[in-house]
């Protein structure tokens, strides 16, 4: 079946068109070109990829890592969805070992069942960090990585974990050339590595930090640190949490002026939609206040943004252009998964999967073909 969508601002990913007829056939783009408007075509006046969140903990009202079931994932893609949130990846944090392979287990059998969603795969967020760097993740999980221990969780996710976080100074070459050839992409995060460290993993093939500033060692004049090595890397991608509580909006806009194209957003979203206003996971606690969710030690549980908050927030106070700050949430996220021949553009033959959103970035819709 054939259907027509006009839109009058087009962000393809790679530039911006204006007043496109874009033709849909079996769920994918099949021609982009110019055209006029005609009243019985359907038509929308910002038309982007659809957003690809890359990081994300809870639905409205489910916590992936407490439950790491089948309806947690539909929550967590229902809810996203519904804030205009195209493509996740639901994000299991540092937990035993039988917790993150019921996670990848909940997964499989997800995309199996609804192999259409916008549930991409998995990312696993420790449990191999600095237990100095561990922010809100719970001491008695985090530890030291065992091959015996890799090998179970690279055979147990192949297909199905799509991104692991791990502090690289916590591991050896090998083990860390291990995670690598196993085609996951690794992220250095929850790490207090020194800048010889960080660059030392930068150099042997980690491209990617996770949620920068946060979790992580600071860049000083003397101690560059991990901030600092991502910061004189040109390739490492870095998504950033722009909430104004996870980092100071100056901050974000610092790293905008140096990482450029390869500064990306994430929502790490505790919960989407702020109903749950506590929560409690063993000795893991959560407290809603003020628009922050915190922990018993005060320390930050995790944000309370969609992607599309995020979006909105790089354009209006950090001054991205919108370009850019569309390109940040779509494909700047898939090239840094290697997935950018998948989504993230709107082009001939991708999917036809998009997020509209209105002139004043008040609302993001998924419209889905």
């Not at 393809?12 to 849909?24: M, R």
């Not at 996870?246 to 390869?262: G, M, N, V």
């Amino acid at each position: 079946m054939q259907e027509k969508l006009f839109a009058r601002k087009v962000y393809t990913g790679k530039e911006v068109l204006e007043d496109q007829l874009i033709t849909i056939e079996n769920g994918k783009i099949t021609t982009i070109e110019n055209s006029y408007y005609f009243p019985e075509i359907k038509s929308v006046n910002n038309l982007a990829a659809g957003l690809f969140d890359s990081h994300i903990n809870g639905g409205e009202k489910f916590y992936f890592t407490q439950k790491a079931d089948e309806e947690t994932i539909d929550d967590i893609y229902q809810a996203s969805f519904q804030t205009g949130t195209a493509y996740v990846l639901p994000t299991l944090i540092t937990s035993p070992q039988e917790n993150i392979l019921k996670g990848i287990e909940a997964i499989k059998n997800y995309q199996e069942k609804y192999p259409d969603s916008g549930v991409l795969g998995m990312h696993l967020e420790g449990p191999f960090l600095n237990p100095i760097k561990r922010g809100a993740h719970l001491t008695e999980y985090v530890r030291k990585p065992t091959n015996a221990e890799l090998e179970e969780i690279i055979r147990y996710g192949k297909g199905i974990i799509s991104l692991i976080t791990i502090a690289p100074e916590m591991f050896t070459a090998d083990q860390i050339q291990m995670l690598l050839e196993s085609g996951i992409t690794v992220s250095a995060g929850h790490s207090n590595a020194t800048y010889e460290e960080a660059t030392k993993a930068f150099s042997q093939g980690i491209h990617l930090v996770t949620h920068l500033y946060n979790a992580m060692s600071a860049f000083g004049h003397r101690q560059p640190g991990l901030v600092g090595a991502t910061f004189d890397t040109q390739f490492v991608y870095a998504p950033i949490i722009i909430d104004g509580v996870h980092c100071d909006f100056a901050s974000a806009r610092i790293a905008y002026k140096i990482k450029k194209d390869k500064l990306f957003l994430i929502s790490d979203a505790l919960f989407l939609g702020e109903k749950m206003t506590e929560f409690k996971w063993g000795e893991f606690d959560a407290y809603l206040k003020d628009g922050r969710y915190t922990n018993s030690d005060g320390n930050l549980a995790g944000a309370t943004i969609s992607l599309g908050d995020a979006v909105r927030n790089a354009v209006q106070i950090i001054d991205i252009p919108l370009q850019e700050a569309i390109e940040m949430a779509t494909i700047r996220p898939a090239k840094a998964l290697g997935i950018s021949d998948k989504i993230g553009q709107i082009a001939v033959g991708f999917p036809a999967v998009f997020t509209t959103f209105d002139d004043d970035l008040g609302t993001f819709q998924v419209l889905k073909y």
